[in-house]
């Protein structure tokens, strides 16, 4: 293979520095396996250095906006294997998520590896780890479907193999290899869909135009990039792999993982179905739109029922991408009807959300290695009073639950806001479906919402406050300074975003001219200066800024007027009340089971609960010494939808095995000939 | 910008009438069990009596404990400066909208419900449970009937709605605004923790909800988060009677004299609603907690018809 | 007028939604009233408007008429049969009630969808408040499928007749009299020889279950 790098112009340079950078970091790790703390250090500072210059470069491309021809990176004499890059504002925006998150996630990484110290192999987790962030940057860059199916593989294999770093669990290995066959799952029908494409335009070019292919083909590809993407972002019910993949890998590859791995999806989603193939068809939003709903209130749901952190933030990965799917779905609708604002409107929500998933999100998973570096656990009813151990971990994790909750000021209730604004102008255009529609996602909105703010009172609750409910909670320690700084940084952007959202509302606007020709920024009092004025969109405004400046002015007078009225504060420590019970101990708490449950006979038909009580009888059978109590939820897409169909092609495989596999070599034989035969006649009729 | 006037008229008004709400609704029910209640500005008194005594706090809880109760009164004033109690005060922009005023109050409920798991005691987490539950049943609710109603004023303003609602002839007798009315009072029954979904009087576990968040708290902790919830139902109180029954086209003044007659009316039709709160609460009983989603699902199904007869009349 | 026709007929689909709530006997029969006060103002309204505008008296007597029999005479025959048979709540259920509820509403979404795009529906006399009472007459039906007991039968048949009764104001503005009259008439003698009925086979059988009704073939 001839291979040749051009010159990449001046305006690309630190984007090839930060893939440079991401290069080095993997090979010095390789080469300093034997030196773990060294390693350890150098490779994770090495990627904070190549994730602030992702950052810088992605925002000034967003600003400048200059976007230029394909520049091919490497060429090789395999006709059509070259492979392209194109960096415009929507790669940089997500580029910016990526970097953003590689930075805190790589600070966090040097408190966080060294629990690993003298256990595994540092060197090739930290490999791994530099070349996964750089597989998942050439997906963003790529400009050409090879080189975007390339480094799309490249990121599943290498995220499979981060997922089963810790193999000798059992359970690890086999969410590893159901991770691995749903994504090739997805990727198939991708390979189906570029199949589509070159057949019709005879090329590759993800930024070329998709005038040539027809109606029906472009229908048929909008289902299986769907299906292909769907599968990697973990829409319902292709999101199985999900609640196993991500708790089985350590904690800073699943923030990794659920925080910007998914969100290559989304960009897949973006790029193919609204820049490639121009939104033809009202049902394509439609369909977006009904999958999002779902997957938001299944999400949360299922969320709700679980307790072991990392699964829960797993399913709460689901529901989120539900509402980023929301607002994608109305976006396409708005642009299939011509409605240029509020398709304008809606994708700014669905990329923003996207922007604070990626923070809050990745900051929760950070949080979960926190408690689990602490305590050795991560089951939730095993917890309790880490608030005082752990205070500067759950400071952090307040934040995150505040934000993920949408709860204001922070970051998700701008965003959840925007989504609800571009619901609200979508009803009127459009038929009466549409109308029912847009009603309904904005209920299932506020379900999921109240829901989800109820999983994480859960969560902080039982995790953090009252009395420690084993050993484990009770001897855990604070976590080393840097896992503390990587957080804040994630959560101080939380915080940000939430107080001055015009300023992440430009970065995002722009992004959205540069690919529809329409801004929003009309409505806005634009620019860096005005970033106290309040967001306005179509006369509603929000301004979380003058709320927080109230709280904060009412809280002063309160205590001024109430040490007035009252006198000094005098308090008096005691204990809990206990109903003259006397011996109050951490058994007698809510337990997280018991706090989810009014949820879960509510919805009852949803999960379908078992429940098993064994008591063991002592000296009677009024006096027992142990009870063990269970309770499950039925898994309805595992058992309705998946296993049958596993069966059924397990039972065809055997068939066909059967009759096939004879065993003889003059089957065989005959085989080989009538494949021969096949080809040439093919060759003469084709 | 945000104007002084408004604002400050606006958080002495809600202040000082919270309280008064409570004081009706009791001697209302007092009444109607033939007795002679206690006084009805009790309340005040019981406020400022609180003020002044000596907090318990539990050794167990932290600093979430501690912070709430301001959390709660905060989020419940910024909440009533989205909803205007007179709309005579020009201007009377404060930016916030209907969503923005849901999520306010999800704040409030969130820091609750955490200092209620706070204190490692089995009441704060059946309250919080219990209230989890109920508020996620009843979210849906509010936000499908006010944005129905604010599709009719094509904005989610409160003060635009409530500036249109005052175009609109009698708007009680339109089928749209009837049925966000009936959707609207049960959420407020439902918000406010009365009866039929929790009995604000009792300290039997078996029916608390809300009480069971406050349990642990005592002195000027206490007030501030009973005068929080009161300030709260009187927001709820305000929102439903100044849109649904507007009063301010009628007042042809201007200058100080209407806004006090404005506030003047406002203050009757509160006392109105208070009395058809009480008299709803007395007429009813406590329903079965499994029997709670009945009553949100009929909230929610009076919205989205409400949503359905918008186009089959074309608002 | 019509804002008030359209605020009555919204209220007439919530106590439909209201009747299929319920799980008491009274409360049918309540609730029933409630629906039948309804139309009796609903026909008082017209009729006041009929006699204002054309002087006829029509619409009026069958207002009077509505009252005497629906409110006043059909409640206290259904009063009287419950009083005589022992069950008092309905227990048994094949769905259960928020399902129930969800129907309606995909009921009324339905009524409307298939409504919407008849041509002239908005013009003249004919407007869309005839969704709420074709709804109306759906939602008798679904409630007939969903009891039991012999009661709700009958008082989801009464929902079905009301409902058409409504449908048939709304769309011409009241039929000729002698056929509401006629109507009426029919109606009274149905429910009294079904209140006797009923009452005839609770003291024979011991249940008026229909399911159990069933095994009374061959």
């Known amino acids: ?686 | 910008m945000i104007e002084a006037t408004y604002l400050i008229v606006q958080i002495i008004v809600i202040i000082l009438l919270a309280p008064l709400v409570n004081g009706i609704i009791k001697k209302v029910k007092a009444f109607t069990q033939k007795r002679k209640g206690g006084s009805l500005f009790q309340m005040y008194f019981d406020l400022f009596k609180l003020f002044k005594k000596t907090a318990v706090v539990s050794d167990v809880s932290s600093w979430i404990f501690k912070v709430t109760p301001y959390i709660v009164f905060a989020t419940a004033i910024a909440a009533a400066l989205i909803v205007p109690v007179t709309t005579l005060i020009k201007p009377m922009w404060f930016p916030g909208d209907i969503i923005m005023l849901v999520y306010i109050f999800a704040l409030g409920r969130f820091f609750m419900m955490l200092a209620a798991l706070d204190t490692g005691s089995t009441f704060g987490g059946m309250g919080a449970s219990r209230e989890a539950m109920i508020s996620s049943l009843i979210e849906p609710s509010i936000l499908v009937s006010l944005i129905t109603v604010g599709l009719i004023a094509k904005s989610t303003t409160v003060s635009v709605i409530m500036n249109f609602m005052q175009e609109v002839h009698n708007p009680l007798i339109h089928p749209v605004y009837i049925m966000a009315f009936c959707a609207l009072f049960i959420i407020i029954i439902a918000e406010t923790s009365r009866t039929p979904v929790d009995d604000p009087g009792t300290h039997l576990e078996l029916t608390m909800v809300h009480e069971a968040m406050v349990l642990e708290y005592s002195g000027r902790s206490l007030a501030l988060m009973e005068l929080g919830a009161a300030i709260k139902q009187l927001v709820f109180i305000t929102l439903l009677v100044n849109i649904f029954i507007p009063h301010d086209q009628m007042i042809h003044l201007t200058g100080f004299s209407a806004v006090a007659i404005s506030l003047l009316v406002y203050l009757i039709k509160v006392i109105l609603a208070a009395i058809c709160i009480a008299i709803a609460e007395v007429s009813t009983v406590k329903l079965r907690l499994f029997s709670i989603p009945n009553l949100a699902a009929l909230a929610f199904i009076l919205s989205f018809i409400g949503f359905l007869q918008y186009f089959v009349f074309g608002g | ?218």
């Open chain 3, 1 to 218: 007028m019509s804002n008030y026709l359209d605020a009555l007929s919204v209220l007439l689909l919530t106590s439909a939604f209201m009747l299929m709530g319920n799980k008491r006997i009274k409360s049918y029969i309540k609730t029933f009233r409630l629906q039948s006060i309804l139309i009796a103002l609903l026909t008082g309204i017209m009729g006041i408007n009929s006699l204002y505008n054309d002087g006829n008296v029509d619409i009026l007597v069958v207002c009077m008429v509505v009252i005497g029999i629906k409110v006043v005479y059909i409640p206290f025959l259904l009063n009287k049969t419950y009083e005589n048979v022992e069950y008092k709540v309905e227990k048994d259920f094949f769905l259960n009630i928020p399902i129930l509820i969800i129907g309606c509403c995909f009921i009324v979404v339905f009524t409307y969808f298939s409504l919407s795009t008849t041509t002239g529906i908005n013009t003249g006399t004919i407007n869309m408040q005839v969704v709420n009472s074709i709804s109306l007459i759906l939602i008798g039906l679904f409630f007939m499928i969903s009891r039991k007991k012999a009661i709700g039968q009958i008082v989801g048949f009464l929902v079905i007749e009301n409902g058409i009764f409504v449908t048939a104001l709304f769309a011409t503005q009241g039929m000729p009299f002698i056929v509401d009259i006629g109507i009426l008439m029919d109606i009274l003698v149905a429910v009294i020889i079904m209140g006797i009925m009923v009452f005839r086979i609770d003291e024979k059988f011991g249940s008026t279950d229909i399911n159990k009704i069933k095994d009374l073939r061959g």
């Open chain 1, 1 to 686: 293979m001839l291979l040749i790098i051009q010159n990449i112009g001046e305006q690309n340079s630190l984007f090839l520095a930060a893939i440079l950078l991401y290069l080095i970091a993997a090979v010095a790790s390789l080469s300093l396996m034997k030196h773990h703390k060294l390693c350890n250090i150098v490779s994770n500072v090495i990627c904070m250095i190549a994730g602030s210059f992702g950052v810088v470069a992605s925002v000034v491309k967003i600003f400048t906006g200059y976007t230029q021809t394909n520049i091919p990176m490497l060429q090789s004499s395999i006709p059509l294997i070259t492979l392209d890059i194109k960096i415009d504002s929507l790669s940089a925006f997500f580029i910016l998520c990526l970097s953003v998150l590689v930075v805190c996630v790589s600070l966090y990484s040097i408190g966080y590896n060294s629990h690993y110290y003298g256990k595994r192999n540092l060197g090739l987790f930290n490999f791994l780890y530099s070349t996964f962030i750089l597989s998942m940057f050439f997906v963003m860059i790529s400009g050409n479907a090879v080189f975007f199916y390339i480094a799309w593989e490249a990121m599943s294999l290498i995220s499979y193999f981060l997922v089963i770093f810790e193999s000798e669990h059992e359970e690890n290995q086999r969410a590893g290899k159901l991770y691995l066959i749903m994504t090739h799952i997805g990727t198939a029908f991708l390979l189906i869909g570029f199949m589509i494409m070159f057949s019709y335009t005879k090329s590759f070019d993800i930024f070329g135009s998709s005038a040539a292919i027809p109606e029906v083909a472009k229908n048929f590809m909008f289902i299986f990039f769907f299906i292909g993407f769907g599968t990697k972002a973990g829409v319902v019910p292709l999101h199985i792999w999900l609640p196993y993949a991500h708790p089985a890998a350590p904690s800073n590859v699943s923030a990794l993982m659920s925080g910007i791995m998914i969100k290559t999806a989304i960009y897949g989603m973006i790029r193919f179905m609204l820049c490639y193939l121009q939104i033809q068809q009202t049902w394509w939003g439609v369909v977006i739109l009904c999958f999002g709903i779902v997957s938001a209130v299944l999400g949360v749901a299922y969320a709700l029922m679980e307790h072991n952190i990392k699964k829960l933030l797993a399913f709460h990965s689901v529901e989120n991408i539900g509402i980023i799917l929301i607002g994608l779905g109305v976006s396409f609708i708005a642009f299939s009807q011509n409605n240029e604002f509020l398709g304008g409107l809606a994708l700014i929500a669905a990329l923003l959300h996207t922007f604070n998933h990626t923070l809050f999100k990745g900051g929760l998973f950070l949080g979960a290695g926190s408690i689990q570096y602490a305590t050795h656990t991560k089951d939730i009813d095993k917890l309790g009073g880490l608030i005082k151990k752990m205070p500067i971990t759950a400071l952090m994790v307040l934040c995150f639950s505040l934000a993920i909750s949408a709860i204001v000021p922070f970051n998700g209730f701008v965003s959840e806001w925007l989504t609800y604004q571009s619901l609200f102008l979508n009803i009127g255009y459009g038929g009466g479906a549409l109308n029912i529609l847009s009603i309904l996602s904005i209920a299932a909105l506020g379900l999921s919402g109240a829901l989800a703010a109820a999983c994480f009172i859960k969560l902080f609750g039982i995790s953090f406050l009252g009395l420690p409910r084993s050993d484990h909670a009770l001897n855990a320690k604070e976590v080393p300074v840097t896992m503390n700084i990587g957080m804040g940084i994630l959560a101080g952007f939380c915080l940000a975003i939430g107080l001055f959202p015009a300023i992440f509302i430009n970065i995002v606007d722009k992004v959205v001219f540069s690919l529809v020709g329409s801004s929003i920024t009309g409505n806005f009092q634009g620019g860096f200066l005005n970033a106290f004025s309040p967001l306005v969109v179509s006369g509603n405004s929000i301004s979380p800024v003058d709320i927080l400046i109230v709280f904060v002015v009412v809280i002063f007078a309160a205590l001024l007027i109430i040490r007035l009225i009252g006198g000094k504060y005098i308090e008096r420590k005691y204990g809990t009340w206990d109903c003259g019970f006397e011996s109050l101990n951490s058994r007698m708490q809510y337990t997280a089971t018991g706090f989810s449950k009014p949820l879960r006979i509510v919805f009852s038909i949803l999960y379908r609960p078992g429940r098993k009580v064994e008591i063991e009888e002592g000296v009677s059978s009024y006096f027992p010494t142990s009870i063990k109590y269970k309770v499950w939820t039925e898994p309805i897409f595992e058992k309705y939808f998946y296993n049958p169909v596993l069966n059924m092609i397990r039972k065809i495989s055997l068939k066909i095995i059967g009759s096939v596999q004879t065993g003889s070599v003059h089957a065989y034989l005959i085989y080989i000939f009538i494949a021969v035969l096949a080809l040439m006649l093919y060759n003469r009729l084709a």
